[in-house]
């Protein structure tokens, strides 16, 4: 089992930065692909970014946008860069059990476990 619990999210401007952070419970966080999805109103989820043993991510946020881990302090982060107004959602960190060197995955349905959501806005 894994818990996991976001940093609080914030309102930014646009073309601001914000850094979330997700912690992870659990002794073999470093097993666990993480990854960032999120979701404004009306619409999916959707996929952001993932890190295991690799980096991957949506169009709409490469260059802008940088996950990284910490696997001594069971942590993700995802550094956020010239934000814009279509930024704005609640974003939620996801674990996926994926040890030894496994596909990546984009889809929310494969991830088991997930943190309670973070608001970010962004103002235009």
């Known amino acids: 089992q894994v818990q996991l619990v976001e940093s609080r999210g914030g309102l930014v401007q646009a073309g601001g930065s914000l850094r979330l952070s997700c912690a992870a419970s659990g002794r073999t966080f470093a097993n666990y692909a993480m990854a960032w999805f999120r979701q404004a109103p009306g619409k999916e989820r959707e996929f952001v970014a993932v890190?295991?043993?690799?980096?991957y991510y949506a169009d709409s946020v490469k260059g802008r946008f940088t996950i990284s881990r910490d696997n001594a302090q069971n942590t993700v982060y995802l550094q956020m860069n010239d934000l814009k107004s279509e930024d704005t959602a609640v974003y939620y960190c996801a674990a996926r059990w994926a040890p030894g060197i496994g596909r990546i995955s984009t889809t929310h349905q494969e991830y088991a476990y997930w943190g309670q959501g973070t608001q970010v806005a962004v103002s235009s």
């Open positions: 890190v295991s043993r690799i980096t």
